[in-house]
């Protein structure tokens, strides 16, 4: 059974930072992309960022993120991070990790998630 599970959220001010993790089991984690996606309230569940499997050499960003979210891995722990630097009060959102086998930031190609984390930035 594969399960995703994602921490690090909480309520911060904006430009704080945080940490999130999502730790994998159940399946052979080197072997997937990882996602992070994001859902705002009252809006569809959107691409944040993604990260290659084997090497994790490769990341992609949504042009919102980039320049400020870092996403990376180890595949040793089973865990994807994305570093949020200088948030804004517009990147509140329940924050999910996801798992696909080959690149995309389709929200559909993904497999597994992760039940999400609130994170909230006040102004």
């Known amino acids: 059974q594969v399960q995703l599970v994602e921490s690090g959220g909480g309520l911060v001010q904006a430009g704080d930072s945080l940490r999130l993790s999502c730790v994998a089991s159940g399946l052979t984690f080197s072997g997937y992309y990882m996602g992070w996606f994001r859902q705002a309230p009252g809006k569809e569940r959107a691409f944040v960022a993604t990260?290659?499997?084997?090497?994790?050499?490769?990341?992609d960003y949504a042009d919102s993120v980039k320049g400020r979210f870092t996403v990376s891995r180890d595949n040793a722990k089973n865990t994807v991070y994305l570093q949020m630097n200088s948030l804004k009060p517009e990147d509140t959102a329940v924050y999910y990790c996801a798992a696909v086998r080959s690149f995309s930031r389709s929200e559909s190609a993904y497999a597994y998630w992760g039940q999400g984390t609130q994170v909230t930035v006040s102004s």
């Open positions: 990260i290659s499997g084997w090497s994790g050499s490769t990341g």
